[in-house]
């Protein structure tokens, strides 16, 4: 959680050094609050995400940029893709295998983007920081699915009261945790028990495919579903609901600033390894 404390530090920091960057701003910070991830790299780039979103809401005043950032891209518009939307409403038994389009691809790199950002209610922004991003596919490669996975909630109190853990422990451990930022079945999908078994398929792979990726596996997965859901799909999927959010965003803002939702985690591996 981003206390009225860390706000504080924040503001000294940047008041008593006039002349750092931004870019020093948030290496410091991120040295400090011991922010790094599995290979020990510090995650300065979340921390400047951070630091942005506190200056967005007026709780910061930040140094002027002093060149163009690298990751500018992240924030322009998604251009549009033509895709067919033809009704897909075979039995799941028909669409078998499926199949995971490469996101490698440019091509259905900005499919992907642009789905999610045409039909997810939360829309697309390029993530920062470790992500994984499935396109799914049927047997024939119409696309039938979207899912997007990133860093998980830095504090989440019945998350990590399920898993046992003390400050210390979640702040080690922390990047053997993902958050399922984004899933979308195609709105022209209509095939019963797809969201489930497509949830099932990914949780099968993400540990592998992240250790080939990063350098370490992933061993508990999460997401937070707005209220005008069910979270069917995932209660059918064996994911376990624990509770709901405080509105403080995956951040942890001290204050409440996003709607409620609840928390849903599902365990990939025992999790005595995240209490070391």
């Known amino acids: 959680m981003i206390t009225g404390g ?3 530090t924040v503001r000294e920091l940047i008041e008593h050094n006039p002349s750092w960057s931004r870019y020093r701003v ?3 910070l991120a040295q400090r609050w011991n922010w790094c991830n599995g290979s020990g790299k510090l995650k300065d780039i ?7 979103k506190l200056a967005d809401r007026g709780m910061i005043d930040l140094p ?3 060149m163009v950032s690298p990751n500018r891209f992240r924030h322009l518009p998604v251009k549009p893709v033509e895709h067919d939307t033809t009704p897909i409403t075979e039995p799941l038994a028909a669409l078998q295998p499926l199949q995971l389009l490469d996101i490698a691809s440019a091509a259905h790199a900005a499919l992907f983007a642009w789905l999610l950002a045409r039909y997810h209610y939360l829309s697309f922004t390029q993530p920062v920081g470790e992500n994984m991003a499935y396109l799914v596919s049927d047997r024939c490669c119409r696309p039938l699915a979207c899912l997007l996975f990133g860093s998980a909630a830095w504090s989440c109190a019945p998350r990590d009261q399920y898993i046992g853990w003390n400050l210390t422990q979640r702040r080690r451990n922390l990047h053997l945790l993902t958050n399922n930022h984004r899933f979308l079945v195609l709105p022209w999908v209509q095939v019963p028990c797809l969201a489930s078994h497509v949830l099932g398929m990914i949780a099968r792979r993400i540990s592998r495919d992240w250790q080939l990726r990063y350098g370490h596996p992933i061993l508990l ?3 937070f579903v707005d209220r005008r859901f069910q979270g069917t799909c995932y209660r059918a999927a064996n994911w376990r609901r624990l509770g709901q959010t405080t509105g403080r ?7 409440p600033t996003a709607p409620i939702k609840d928390i849903y985690v599902y365990p990939l591996q025992a999790l005595p390894r995240l209490l070391r």
């Not at 965003?249 to 204050?255: K, V």
């Open 6 to 8: 860390d706000i504080v």
């Open 26 to 28: 948030s290496r410091e």
């Open 46 to 52: 979340a921390c400047r995400s951070l630091l942005r």
């Open 64 to 66: 002027a940029p002093r």
């Open 221 to 223: 997965l999460e997401t």
């Open 249 to 255: 965003t995956r951040n942890g803002f001290s204050q």
